[in-house]
């Protein structure tokens, strides 16, 4: 089946925006090498495990299919955010109040985490802060507001504060919310950017890197061997941070995770006015829908507008139009806008939307199914990795213990499960 990847026509803003170069070239892997660790997957999972595991002294190798940054990490909105793609309701639910505030803060540490690898190694990839969660519906502002309460009652959490009317108006200039929550720990990033810049500190401190160089198959073992089309590498440990591009490379994965497509466009630059006259402030927004649309500011003033989901990888039929009626209808100042992008990526989606992290026997680790809310829990994830490879997996397994049930039915039967269980939620989202 293509995915959306594949069809990354015209090329993505980021791909055009590129300002960090590697430390070295990333040559296909040829030959035999032995390392400490092999990590699968150049995205912000791969490259944090791989930069974080070499800082502790291991000898590392990672492979990449593509190019670094070629997966979801180098195609997504950019919105660092703490707190996971599900309510933390679920993760109460699921291993009790104590253990789902460590997973809280753990989520905040993420963001931390984003913001001091970026300063530690001046990787320039224009990290702003400020993130509106905007109410469409009056169900939805009953919804934030509680939420809000619930952060700061029982999670001490005190960086939301809720707007509207005028106050709202002032970070966001449109008519189309009753509401929104501003969170201060949150912001946004040029995500691509950000990928090659940890690829080129994880290269500094000693990591080598193989564009083009897919793992075929991993004989499990110690050590375990991973297979590439023209070379191996046996490694102590495999790390896999493949996500939603994982295909069949590990069975015992099946059906943990669910790829869906989601799609960006970027519009020409608007110039500080017409910016000034959508996201004043510089924040990044996504609203409250299930199936939801999200938007920020470029460095150059483009406004970088996501939404929209497939799941057989084709492109929905209409999506620049429907594109531009939403972005018209937020700011009416932008009818007729150029779109000068259009591109999509894939997410991995877990039925309870949690993280999926874990280990297969005792050598292979892996990270997945962040479900659209990745780009600060996936470097956090590579660092509670090589801790756990380290010997110190308090905080690995903190997310190891979320349970995980498969999605149902095999690869045919689940994508149309995914599609009715959707078309539900774009329902409800109209209600
Ligand atoms: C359009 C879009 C918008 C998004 N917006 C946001 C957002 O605003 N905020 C947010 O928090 N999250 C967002 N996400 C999700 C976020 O981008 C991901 O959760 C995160 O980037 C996952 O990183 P990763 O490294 O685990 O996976 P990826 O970045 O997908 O990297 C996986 C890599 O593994 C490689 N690979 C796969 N198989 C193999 C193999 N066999 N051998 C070698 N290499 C292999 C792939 O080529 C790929 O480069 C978005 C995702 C998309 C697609």
Same mark, same amino acid.
């Given at each position: 089946m293509a995915t959306a990847a594949q069809t990354d026509r015209p090329a993505s803003y980021y791909r055009d925006s590129i300002a960090v170069r590697p430390e070295q070239a990333c040559p296909p892997l040829e030959g035999d090498r032995r390392v400490d660790v092999c990590v699968i997957g150049g995205g912000i999972t791969g490259c944090s495990a791989a930069l974080h595991l070499a800082e502790r002294g291991y000898r590392v190798a990672l492979l990449e299919?593509?190019?670094?940054?070629?997966?979801a990490s180098g195609r997504s909105g950019g919105q660092i955010l703490p707190g996971l793609g599900t309510d933390i309701a679920t993760v109460e639910q699921a291993l009790g109040r104590e253990h789902a505030r460590e997973v809280w803060e753990l989520s905040r540490e993420a963001v931390r985490l984003t913001a001091t690898l970026i300063e530690r190694h001046a990787i320039p990839c224009d990290l702003a802060w400020g993130y509106l969660h905007a109410a469409v519906k009056p169900r939805h502002v009953r919804e934030l507001r509680q939420f809000q309460e619930r952060l700061a009652r029982?999670? #001490?959490?005190?960086?939301l504060d809720w707007l509207e009317g005028e106050a709202l108006r002032e970070r966001v200039v449109t008519d189309a919310y009753p509401g929104a929550l501003f969170e201060r720990e949150g912001g946004h990033l040029h995500p691509l950017n950000y990928t090659l810049g940890l690829a080129r500190a994880a290269q500094r401190a000693g990591v080598t890197i193989h564009e083009h160089s897919p793992a075929l198959a991993i004989r499990r073992g110690q050590p375990a061997d991973v297979t590439t089309p023209r070379g191996q590498v046996s490694a102590d440990f495999v790390v896999v941070g493949a996500n939603a591009y994982l295909g069949r490379l590990l069975p015992e994965l099946e059906g943990r995770i669910m790829r869906a497509a989601n799609y960006i466009v970027a519009t020409e630059p608007l110039g500080e006015e017409r910016a000034a006259r959508v996201l004043p402030k510089n924040d990044a927004l996504s609203d409250a829908n299930f199936v939801l649309d999200y938007y920020r500011l470029s460095a150059d003033k483009r406004l970088i507008y996501g939404g929209e989901v497939s799941y057989d990888g084709r492109e929905p039929r209409g999506l620049q139009r429907r594109m531009d009626a939403k972005i018209a209808r937020l700011?009416?100042?932008?009818?007729?806008v150029r779109i000068d992008y259009r591109w999509g990526g894939d997410v991995a989606i877990t039925l309870n939307r949690a993280p999926d992290f874990g280990r297969l026997g005792h050598n292979v680790y892996y990270a997945q199914g962040?479900?659209?809310? #990745?780009?600060a829990l996936a470097g956090l994830a590579g660092q509670l990795v090589a801790e756990a490879i380290g010997g110190q997996s308090e905080r690995f397994d903190a997310f190891a213990a979320m349970p995980h049930r498969r999605f149902p039915g095999g690869e045919r039967l689940r994508t149309p499960l995914l599609v009715l269980a959707t078309a539900f939620y774009k329902l409800r989202d109209r209600l």
């Open positions: 299919a593509r190019e670094i940054g070629f997966g029982d999670y #001490g959490y005190e960086a700011f009416p100042a932008l009818e007729g962040y479900s659209g809310h #990745g780009m």
